[in-house]
């Protein structure tokens, strides 16, 4: 089992989170039109880089693995959410020398990255609330 622990913390600038990992820093926002300052992404954009940055690392390890020419990954993705539920739309753009039985290969991986199983499999999120 594999624990990653990020903190989000909002002040007094609106809808403005600090992100911390640990390691890195980094912003979430919302739109001037929600209220918010644009200063980064929003947690629908959050969501989405996950899963693209994890699904172009995970094409780049089995490739440099297998020793096969992927010189490149670009990872379309886009959120729809609606009454039914939600659908995430990934295209996956793949530069190099690469026979259509690899690509096909590749296709596969991209469905077996850690965040893609995160994502299409039940997701518990147990909430405490900590007094201050």
């Known amino acids: 089992m594999t624990t990653t622990t990020v903190v989000a913390s909002i002040g007094s600038v609106d809808y403005q989170v600090l992100l911390d990992d640990g390691t890195h820093t980094w912003l979430g926002d919302e739109p001037e039109s929600a209220g918010g300052g644009d200063r980064g992404p929003t947690p629908d954009s959050l969501l989405l880089s996950s899963l693209g940055t994890c699904t172009s ?32 739309t ?43």
Do not use: F
């Not at 690392?57 to 039914?84: C, F, H, N, P």
């Open 57 to 88: 690392i995970t094409l780049k390890m089995y490739a440099k693995r297998k020793d096969w020419q992927l010189d490149a990954v670009r990872v379309t993705l886009s959120l729809e959410t609606g009454a039914q539920g939600t659908t995430i």
């Open 90 to 132: 990934r295209n996956i753009h793949l530069q190099g020398e690469l026979s259509g039985e690899q690509r096909e290969r590749l296709l596969q991986i991209a469905n077996a990255c850690p965040l893609h199983k995160i994502l299409t499999h039940p997701i518990e999120i147990n909430t405490g609330l900590v007094a201050v």
